[in-house]
């Protein structure tokens, strides 16, 4: 990449010239340097790193996610899902999302680092950044479409003299989400005249995961959602909304265990538990259609926490040389080096199987009379009632489908950059680099949920020829031989034969999905 530019200041005229009338001028856009934030033709915030570390002492990205004007954006605690991640250091200026927010390094573009566009912030050297400069309003008509939502700045302090050094280590409240980084950074000058300058900085952080289950033992969680407000009069007032918020909340569309969905005259609602014992689902109060809190008594299992992580794990390294040398007091060379890599992997659902009040978003699974795994009570219940088939929910648990269900991405980023400046007479000056580099991201998703296999798989049959439990589709059809039946009557329930035939993209083998940048 090759890019130029001038600027400078226009002359004041001299004390004794008259003023001249002319033409208002609106500027919509400059190179002009101005570093204070305040006379500038677009709004612009600066911060140092001091401040962000109050507001976020783990790393920069962080840090400055806590401004309202960042507020979305990407970080190592909040990584976006699987193919539509744009990593774990991605700035995200007033939701137009980071390919529409331009971040400089030192007023210059960094070589991509997301499959998105636009660096990772967690390569750039915490130690040598001296302010992040922050251009709140558009700012395309200088700098292009990737500016619309405006620009971001990383300012080096590329004539810092010394070493800095940082280690920190620590935990939540809890002892969850452990972390540690460690830094060293130092500038220094060389040569007879100390004319050539040179920066090294190297940065090493990991954080553990929090585990969804580990809110259990947080005081602040009570699994609280919105329910339907059982007075008659609800939604006629502020103090009497529609809905109202309520703790210990359990779905009726889906559980960790399974749910059967019996006629009222045939049972009702009936729950399983992890050992494949059925009972009926008794409703808390309030509920809707969806679920019930379970406060005062009621069926359900805290189904999800399981699967998921509050923080994923993740953790990054990278090392930063920048040299400069000047030639003369007006033109001086440099030439920069950046060297990352980044990781993080998060647990996933490992398939959500719900029956919904609304059709269009039921993907429950068809039970059919007859099926070899079903509980004697549920087959008595539907032989007696001349019940053909019922519907069953379920979502993924780490005992069975879920046992593998997890999203990892690392990222290695190297960038070259060499470049000049150079003052010209009138206060202009001349600047241009030139800029090469590669991304390597790596994204792997484990344990995914072959649609098209798993609900062949749970319908089961016997084969009357020699008793076997087979798929209904091999026996009828002889399509699919190798196809395992699965029980997912309660968690864990399901072999492991059968686990592995209906998740990854071929049996036990995960996908891999490389980008080059």
């Known amino acids: 990449m090759l890019a130029m530019g001038f600027a400078g200041a226009a002359s004041a005229q001299q004390a004794q010239q008259a003023q001249q009338p002319g033409e208002e001028i609106v500027v919509t856009g400059s ?17 140092t790193p001091a401040e ?27 990584p976006a899902p699987f193919f539509t991640t744009t990593g774990a250091g991605s700035l995200n200026l007033r939701g137009l999302q980071s390919n529409r927010t331009l971040q400089l390094l030192d007023g210059r573009r960094v070589v991509p680092s997301t499959i998105f566009g636009g660096p990772d912030i967690n390569l750039f050297p915490e130690n040598m950044v001296r302010s992040v400069e922050t251009v709140t309003g558009g700012a395309s008509a200088a700098y292009g479409t990737d500016a619309v939502a405006g620009v971001v700045n990383f300012v080096l302090d590329t004539n810092f003299e010394g070493l800095k050094a940082n280690f920190q280590t620590g935990a939540n409240g809890e002892g969850d989400n452990r972390n540690y980084k460690v830094s060293v950074g130092g500038g220094f000058s060389v040569g007879k005249d100390k004319k050539t300058h040179i920066l090294l900085n190297g940065e090493k952080e990991r954080q553990d995961p929090i585990w969804g289950t580990d ?63 059925v009972s009926p689902f008794v409703l808390g109060n309030p509920c809707n ?68 009040s609304i059709p269009p978003f039921r993907r429950n699974f068809t039970i059919y009379s007859g099926n070899p795994f079903l509980p004697a009570s549920i087959q008595q219940a539907m032989t007696a009632n001349g019940l053909a088939s019922i519907p069953f929910s379920r979502i ?14 690392s990222t290695t980023t190297d960038s070259y950059t060499g470049g000049f ?44 020829s020699n008793g076997n439990t087979v798929c209904n589709v091999t026996l009828v059809s002889g399509l699919y031989p190798d196809c395992v039946p699965l029980n997912l009557f309660g968690r864990g329930q399901a072999s492991s034969a059968a686990v592995d035939w209906v998740t990854g993209f071929e049996p036990g083998v995960p996908i891999h999905a490389d980008g080059f940048l």
């Open 396 to 409: 993924g648990a780490p005992e069975d489908i879920a046992a593998q269900a997890a999203t990892e991405q």
């Open 421 to 464: 400046n150079y003052e010209l007479k009138g206060g202009w000056t001349l600047k241009g680099y030139y800029q090469s580099g590669e991304t390597d991201v790596k994204a792997i998703q484990k344990g995914g949920i072959r649609l098209d296999r798993i609900y062949l798989a749970a319908d089961a049959v016997t084969d009357p």
């Open 289 to 356: 259609a969806q679920g019930c809190s379970v406060t005062n008594g009621g069926s359900g299992h805290e189904s999800g926490l399981q699967t998921l992580n509050v923080t994923p794990d993740s953790g990054r390294e990278n090392a930063f040389v920048y040299v400069k040398h000047d030639f003369t007091d007006q033109f001086t060379v440099y030439g920069q080096l950046i060297h990352g890599k980044a990781d993080f992997s998060q647990l996933n659902f490992g398939g959500l199987f719900p029956y919904t």
């Open 52 to 78: 962000l570390s109050v507001l976020s002492p783990t790393n920069l990205i962080e840090g400055l996610a806590q401004l309202p004007q960042f507020y979305g954006s990407a970080t190592t605690q909040t």
């Open 215 to 277: 809110v259990l033992n947080y005081d602040w969680y009570t699994a609280r959602g919105l329910l339907n407000n059982p007075d008659p009069n609800a939604g006629s007032s502020p103090d009497n909304p529609f809905y109202i918020a309520v703790d210990n909340i359990r779905s009726l569309a889906y559980d960790i265990d399974g749910l059967f969905y019996l006629p009222a005259a045939a049972g009702g609602v009936q729950i399983l538990d992890s050992s494949g014992n």
């Open 31 to 47: 190179r002009i340097s101005n570093t204070n934030g305040m006379e500038t033709p677009n709004p612009v915030t600066v911060v």
